[in-house]
T-cell receptor, first 115, second 114 residues
Framework: QQQVKQSPQSLIVQKGGIPIINCAYENTAFDYFPWYQQFPGKGPALLIAIRPDVSEKKEGRFTISFNKSAKQFSLHIMDSQPGDSATYFCAVANAGGTSYGKLTFGQGTILTVHP | NAGVTQTPKFQVLKTGQSMTLQCAQDMNHEYMSWYRQDPGMGLRLIHYSVGAGITDQGEVPNGYNVSRSTTEDFPLRLLSAAPSQTSVYFC?????????????FGSGTQLSVL
């Protein structure tokens, strides 16, 4: 039973494009929605995170859009660069104050940005 | 500042062998966790710990054992390796709550079980 479904599996864009990665979840108890970025041979690193009390959060070129009623959230990368080529994971948690490091991850999206 | 250190980086085992994957963090984080990463399945939680002496199971705990005797160390033991345990294993430590929460991952251990 997949608690979070991520799409697409892979994505290719040109430099300057705006890739969008989507995640859908079922459990309405989830209240913490981070995105992690992973480069080959490295561990994932936190990119940006959102709580369900806001519908959008921006950090630099990265934006999370959150739709509570649809139980979906998305990552948008503005003005994408070849250096953004990586695998992106969404995650969910029933965190309350903290998730204690217990995240449920999506399947991952391999993003390639061509120069 | 080393962060989260995992050893070894690569390991090949034969079916039935046992081994311990080491994980150490130098950030004084309370929470530590082990994940495995398989193609098309994302990362799945194996075990986690909320402090020294306190551990609990995650989504896929079978075949694995953990203990946490100190804040810094959180080793993962494979009791009797099986080919299904071929995977990349990541240890993470974390702190905080709300949107300030952040998991710090090690660089992983690639394990092959023949």
């Amino acid at each position: 039973q997949q608690q979070v479904k991520q799409s697409p599996q892979s994505l290719i864009v040109q430099k300057g494009g705006i890739p969008i990665i989507n995640c859908a979840y079922e459990n309405t108890a989830f209240d913490y929605f981070p995105w992690y970025q992973q480069f080959p041979g490295k561990g994932p690193a936190l990119l940006i995170a959102i709580r369900p009390d806001v519908s959008e959060k921006k950090e630099g070129r990265f934006t999370i859009s959150f739709n509570k009623s649809a139980k979906q959230f998305s990552l948008h990368i503005m003005d994408s660069q070849p250096g953004d080529s990586a695998t992106y994971f969404c995650a969910v948690a029933n965190a309350g104050g903290t998730s204690y490091g217990k995240l449920t991850f999506g399947q991952g999206t391999i993003l390639t940005v061509h120069p | 500042n080393a962060g989260v250190t995992q050893t070894p980086k690569f390991q090949v085992l034969k079916t039935g062998q046992s081994m311990t994957l080491q994980c150490a963090q130098d950030m004084n984080h309370e929470y530590m966790s082990w994940y495995r990463q398989d193609p098309g399945m994302g990362l799945r939680l194996i075990h986690y710990s909320v402090g020294a002496g306190i551990t609990d199971q995650g989504e896929v705990p079978n075949g694995y054992n953990v203990s946490r005797s100190t804040t810094e160390d959180f080793p993962l033991r494979l009791l009797s390796a099986a080919p299904s345990q071929t995977s990349v294993y990541f240890c993470a430590s974390s702190y905080g709550g709300g949107t300030n929460e952040k998991l710090f991952f090690g660089s992983g251990t690639q394990l092959s079980v023949l």
